[in-house]
């Protein structure tokens, strides 16, 4: 509920730039730099906004649940060692990004988050095909 919240409000605020290219639009050249400062200033909170309430606690939620399934051993243990190291790698990709460190659609951005990306992905087919180890 409070992730779709935090949703709602970085759609809004993409929703704010189109009324705003058409404001900067209208009022021509002389003004535009005014308007490519708010534009930016737009951008960044609603990037910040995503990252705060919903990529990090969604990091922080992976990081127990592969610790979980490491712990009860419901999927083989290398997989839940591998998402633990990919909600790891995203949440430092997230606190670099909060801290402008890197961008956010930069090549490092995108290699600290491909892990947990692949093992979501592959989770997803393992316990489609295969199940749970219930033994």
Known sequence: MIGSGF???????????LGLSQSSAAAGQADSSYFEVIAELLRQGRDILNHIGMILPWSIGGLILYYGLYKIGLIPRWFSIWGMIGSTLTLLAT???MLN???LASP???ILNAPIAICEMFLAILLIFKG????
């Open 7 to 17: 949703l709602f409000a970085g759609i809004g605020s993409l929703l704010l730039l």
């Open 95 to 97: 606190l670099l990004l």
């Open 132 to 135: 749970f180890n219930l033994s």
């Open 108 to 110: 490092v951005y995108f």
């Open 101 to 103: 460190i890197i961008k």
